[in-house]
DNA sequence: AAGGCCTACAACCGCATTCCG
DNA sequence: ACGGAATGCGGTTGTAGGCCT
């Protein structure tokens, strides 16, 4: 039992719009707004279907989509989501903003896809194709396909959390985020997010005595795409910051055993002894180094850097391995966010 | 120069879902 | 609760323009 087709009226155009139609579509939508799409064409003058219209405003005359090339981060995220949503063109463009669904698909299919497929991984499943054991291909591709999931762990979460922050936001919060993050930036992030991302973000040194220095082939640890272009822009721990300022991290202070970082060799004395925060400063950055603006997430391992997160980039200083440390903290990110973000 | 092929992307189509009387 | 209309969504097609032979 189908329904005729909103285009079968005869006399109704098809194809490409032509500017002229496309003058009629937005002064219309401007002046009256779309309200029945099926309406629209007779009242805005126009040969054309409903759904023809609404398409075109959708994925052309909207005054908030952004068109022209997609930039490396956006690409990325198309295939960070997708391996994670799939098809989903439509959830994917809420994520990538002024982007449309359409256009987002294609861009998959025309370019993305095939990118992959190079890269020896199956755009279907982001698994690696079979290869040859042991081969670079093969390495490389099994190596992506570790970082997409972990990765897709990290968006689910991300996405949940943005899912229920949008439903607080629109009912108790929606004109008062100060109740829920009094120091939290405008507009109001939920919190935590920002920790992996900034751990996605690279390390630096304070202290060249004590850092091990990442190369600036290092990105994210679960990204299929080369993340941070600017490693070496990653700015380090101060020396010496008499402030302590309130960050666009520092909303994470809500998080179990994470505290913000101190700003004061007095408070951070005292930080030491707080409760299950072990060693502080001493285990890894040298202890005249005074963190501002930053946020400090203690090791609550012996032999293991502390992660400290400054402006939305990891700074920490690293004391022994550091492939043990990256793992370390893969570990702890991912049990906390799986203990706290499963569905 | 002309024809064929390829690529990118706008637009269409049909099914699914939501809305509303 | 139901059914039809409206809207949303994703797969697919059509076509313009560029490139190659």
């Known amino acids: 039992m189908g329904r005729s087709p909103c285009c079968d009226k005869v006399g109704l155009k098809k194809g490409p719009w032509t500017s002229e139609e496309d003058q009629k579509l937005l002064a219309f939508i401007q002046e009256h707004g779309h309200g029945s799409w099926r309406a629209l064409p007779e009242k805005a003058g126009l040969q054309r279907c409903g759904k023809s219209c609404r398409l075109r405003w959708i994925n052309y005359l909207r005054p908030d989509i952004k068109r022209g090339k997609f930039t490396s981060q956006e690409e990325q995220t198309i295939i960070q989501l997708h391996a994670l949503l799939g098809n989903r063109w439509s959830t994917i463009a809420t994520l990538l903003p002024m982007r449309t669904d359409n256009e987002i698909k294609n861009h998959w299919n025309t370019h993305l896809k095939k990118r992959l497929t190079k890269m020896g991984i199956d755009p279907k499943t982001h698994k690696p194709n079979n290869q040859v054991r042991g081969s670079a291909q093969s390495k490389d591709a099994a190596n992506l396909s570790h970082m997409a999931q972990w990765e897709s762990a990290r968006l689910e979460a991300e996405a949940r959390m943005a899912r229920e922050w949008k439903i607080v936001s629109s009912s108790q919060f929606q004109n008062n985020d100060e109740a829920l993050w009094p120091l939290a930036p405008?507009?109001?992030?939920?919190?935590?997010?920002?920790?992996?991302?900034?751990?996605?973000?690279?390390?630096?040194?304070?202290?060249?005595?004590?850092?091990?220095?990442?190369?600036?082939?290092?990105?994210?640890?679960?990204?299929?795409?080369?993340?941070?272009?600017?490693?070496?822009?990653?700015?380090?721990?101060?020396?010496?910051?008499?402030?302590?300022?309130?960050?666009?991290?520092?909303?994470?202070?809500?998080?179990?055993?994470?505290?913000?970082?101190?700003?004061?060799?007095?408070?951070?004395?005292?930080?030491?002894?707080?409760?299950?925060?072990?060693?502080?400063?001493?285990?890894?950055?040298?202890?005249?180094?005074?963190?501002?603006?930053?946020?400090?997430?203690?090791?609550?391992?012996?032999?293991?850097?502390?992660?400290?997160?400054d402006s939305g980039n990891v700074v920490g200083s690293c004391i022994g391995d550091f492939e043990e440390n990256k793992n370390y903290w893969n570990s702890v990110l991912t049990e906390y966010y799986e203990h706290n973000f499963k569905y």
């Open 186 to 309: 405008k507009p109001c992030r939920p919190p935590c997010l920002d920790v992996l991302k900034v751990w996605q973000g690279g390390w630096a040194k304070p202290k060249q005595e004590h850092a091990t220095i990442f190369s600036s082939s290092f990105n994210s640890p679960n990204s299929t795409l080369k993340l941070s272009e600017n490693i070496s822009n990653i700015p380090s721990v101060g020396y010496g910051e008499e402030h302590a300022s309130i960050t666009s991290i520092n909303c994470i202070q809500n998080l179990g055993p994470f505290e913000v970082g101190t700003s004061s060799k007095e408070e951070n004395i005292q930080n030491d002894n707080h409760p299950g925060i072990k060693g502080r400063m001493e285990d890894s950055v040298d202890s005249t180094n005074y963190i501002a603006d930053s946020l400090r997430v203690p090791s609550l391992m012996e032999g293991f850097t502390d992660l400290v997160v």
